[in-house]
């Protein structure tokens, strides 16, 4: 935005007869949103408890896809040295499960940490405005 086009918005809303600034929303009489529509609403227990369950199931999916991985990896050894070809079949089947088995889990992990990243941003996001914006300063510029 241009300084003109501020100026010119400034001398709009005095002429309006507004007091104050408005932030985050549109005037009422525009049909405009309100603190609880339009802005951005984060719950910090909620996005705690979504990434604790990316973690769980990282670590409960990591036990249960390695359960029969050991005895498959045995039985395609033991296939391919009786000389049969479902062994190296088998071999295969277990290297790309493992592949996949692996992408999910770094996924998960994935998730688990944004959400972890998130909280500590918006916290942080938080402080930051609530300490640098007085709305006390800004109505003096605009009267």
Not at 59 to 85: H, M, V
Request: aromatic share 8%.
């Amino acid at each position: 935005m241009a300084w003109d086009e501020w100026e010119q918005l400034k001398s709009d809303a005095a002429e309006r007869g507004s007091a104050r600034m408005q932030l985050n929303r549109a005037p009422a009489a525009g049909g405009g949103g309100s603190a609880s529509s339009g802005d951005l609403v984060v719950h910090d227990d909620q996005l705690g408890k979504l990434g604790n369950t990316a973690y769980e199931l990282r670590q409960q999916f990591g036990t249960a896809s390695d359960f029969a991985r050991p005895s498959t990896f045995t039985a395609s050894i033991d296939l391919f040295n009786d000389g049969l070809d479902m062994g190296s079949a088998l071999t295969e089947l277990h290297d790309a499960w493992n592949s996949q088995t692996g992408t999910l889990k770094e996924a998960c992990a994935h998730i688990s940490n944004y959400f972890d990243f998130t909280r500590a941003q918006h916290s942080k996001d938080e402080v930051h405005i609530q300490t640098s914006i007085s709305v006390s300063k800004i109505d003096d510029y605009i009267k």
